[in-house]
């Protein structure tokens, strides 16, 4: 049966559940935000700041936004909101499936598989947009997993705007599938690659749920 899945406890604002790692972006907007509504009542330039900072601080809780999800059963569950942007196959057999994440989805990554976190390895570089081909030399970290299908590699990349990418579990720790593992702050992609004579069943141009849209061919 699909399960609830639950995690450490996560930042929240006014019963809005937020991911972990929202706090150093999202609390200054909010105050901001906040003293200006409070300062429009007898300032006018107030008022001309307030409308703006509302909408950012709007927006802010949107993008941070950590819902709770009921997890698929299948081998391999998307790790990511977003839009399958490539399916390619590697050199070593295994398929790599590209997940575009635009600013307008859920940021929080979950485990593909339940296993546990053998490397979880950051690897400096640019800030190129995620679409662009390019973007495989731009800021990320590497993770694998030792699960029941061997060795499954995953990739969270940074993108333009994404300046910072926050993991949830370090190395050594047993995820359950669809576990949250970490967060991308604003656009970017998450890459996964299937083992060999795992068959993919999703398609480029397909949306992707974390946690819930199926990767594989069962």
């Known amino acids: 049966m699909p399960h609830s899945q639950t995690s450490a406890p996560r930042d929240s604002l006014a ?14 907007t909010v105050a901001t935000a906040a003293l200006s509504l409070v300062c429009a009542r007898k300032s006018g330039a107030a008022k001309v700041v307030a409308v703006p900072a509302t909408a950012l601080a709007a927006g802010m809780l949107w993008f941070f936004r950590d819902p709770e999800r009921e997890i698929t059963q299948g081998r391999v569950i ?10 390619m196959p590697w050199k070593d057999g295994r398929t790599r499936v590209a997940i575009f994440m635009s600013p307008l989805n859920v940021h929080v990554n979950r485990a593909p598989l339940s296993g ?3 490397s979880v390895e950051h690897i400096p570089g640019g800030f190129v947009p995620a679409f662009n081909k390019e973007s495989e030399n731009n800021e990320r970290v590497v993770w694998h997993f030792d699960t029941e299908l061997g060795d499954i590699e995953m990739i969270q990349i940074a993108g333009a705007v994404a300046r910072r990418i926050v993991p949830y579990v370090p190395q050594g720790t047993k995820v359950e599938q ?9 656009g970017s992609r998450v890459d996964i690659y299937l083992p060999e004579g795992v068959d993919v069943d999703v398609e480029v141009g397909q949306k992707t749920v974390a946690g819930v849209t199926r990767i594989d061919r069962g």
Do not use: Y
């Open 15 to 28: 019963g809005v559940r937020l991911a972990r790692g929202a706090s150093p972006w999202l609390l200054p």
């Open 78 to 87: 998307s790790p990511a909101d977003g839009v399958v942007q490539s399916i």
């Open 116 to 118: 546990t976190v053998t």
């Open 178 to 186: 669809g576990e949250r593992i970490g967060l991308i702050r604003f």
